[in-house]
Structures are given as structure tokens and as C-alpha cells.
């Protein structure tokens, strides 16, 4: 059985009112497309995006004493984070400066598998530092008053969880979005 060649379809750009900004009573600067960061699909990589950048700056600025204690499940993590944070980043970046890049990357499997293992990485790494928090910071928190690094740590690993479902959902909008399922 062979199979044809694949056709890509890329839907016109025309001036659409979500690109450029709106100036008194015309639009500047339309070769962004500031239009996506208010779609349904903007929406939800902005979440990640920001929910993934507090799990960030929460594990380098209260678990970086603590790492030695925690061991991997504070690299894993942080390495989970850095790693989802930037790709995300940067297709948010494609995404706003060129409204055919969004059209072509969505209907390819990328966003599909990238969400998907971000999924899995996410709830994986927040299940692991949940266990190593509860062992290792937990008997310092009971005995050490104003012991910040227990509740950030612990909110890492809930929001780990968070992010780790919207990155799901993603996967699951992104394969909707591959297969032409509306």
C-alpha cells in the first residue's frame, strides 16, 4: 500500500483581527499574531507556561539548600520543569510571530507527543518529590519553626500535578487537533 504525498493546508492570514496592535484607528506591528495568546489554545500554553515557571522559581529559591536531602527527586523535577518551561517558551514564541508556523506545528504530531511526555514527566517527578519532601523535609519542618523549604516544596509537587493535567488535556486538544476531530 502506498501512500500519496502529504498535503499541508494553511489557513490564509489575512488581516485578521487578532494580529498587530491596535493603535487610535489602525493596527501596527501585524506581523505578530497577538491573537493566539487569547485563544483557547494561547490560553492553555500560557498556563503552562506560567504554572511551570512558579514550580521553577519555587524549586531554586527554596529547594536549592535542600537538594542534597531530597536528591534526584529535586534534579528530576527541576530538570522537568527547565525542560517543559523552555519549549513551551519558545512555541509560544513561534506561535505569536507567525500565525503559519502555528497552523503548520499544530497539525503535526509534535505538540501531540511533547505534551503527552510532559504529562507523563510532570505527574511522574511531582508523585517522586511528594514522596521525598514527606520523607526527608517533613521531620525537619516538625522540629525547625519558620522552616520555609516543607510548604514551597510541597506546593511544587501540587502544582506539578496541576500542570502535569493541563499538559494532558493539551495532548488530548493537540492528537483532536492532528486527526481533524473537531
Known amino acids: 500500500m502506498t501512500r500519496g504525498p502529504t498535503i499541508v493546508r494553511v489557513a ?4 485578521g483581527s487578532g494580529r498587530g496592535i491596535k493603535c487610535c484607528c489602525c493596527r501596527c ?38 537538594a542534597s536531602a531530597m536528591g534526584s527527586a529535586f534534579h528530576g523535577f527541576l530538570t522537568t520543569a527547565s525542560a517543559c518551561l523552555l519549549t513551551t517558551a519558545l512555541l509560544i514564541a513561534c506561535y505569536v510571530l507567525s500565525s503559519n508556523s502555528q ?12 505534551n503527552s511526555v510532559a ?3 510532570y505527574l511522574s517527578a511531582s508523585s517522586y518529590m511528594g514522596v521525598a519532601v514527606n ?17 514551597a ?12 493535567l493541563v499538559h494532558g488535556a493539551d495532548a488530548y486538544i493537540s492528537y483532536k487537533y492532528h486527526k481533524g476531530i473537531r
Do not use: D
Open 29 to 66: 506591528c501585524e506581523c505578530f499574531n497577538f491573537g493566539y495568546l487569547t485563544s483557547q489554545h494561547g490560553v492553555i500554553k500560557l498556563s503552562e507556561a506560567m504554572l511551570g515557571g512558579l514550580c521553577q522559581s519555587l524549586l531554586v529559591k527554596y529547594g536549592m539548600s535542600e
Open 135 to 151: 520523607i526527608y523535609l517533613y521531620p525537619r519542618y516538625s522540629l525547625i519553626s519558620m522552616y520555609a523549604a516543607y510548604p
Open 153 to 164: 516544596m510541597t506546593a511544587v509537587y501540587y502544582i506539578g500535578v496541576i500542570v502535569g
Open 103 to 114: 497552523q503548520l506545528i499544530r497539525q503535526s504530531i509534535f505538540e501531540c507527543v511533547f
Open 119 to 121: 504529562c507523563f514527566m
Open 12 to 15: 490564509p492570514s489575512g488581516g
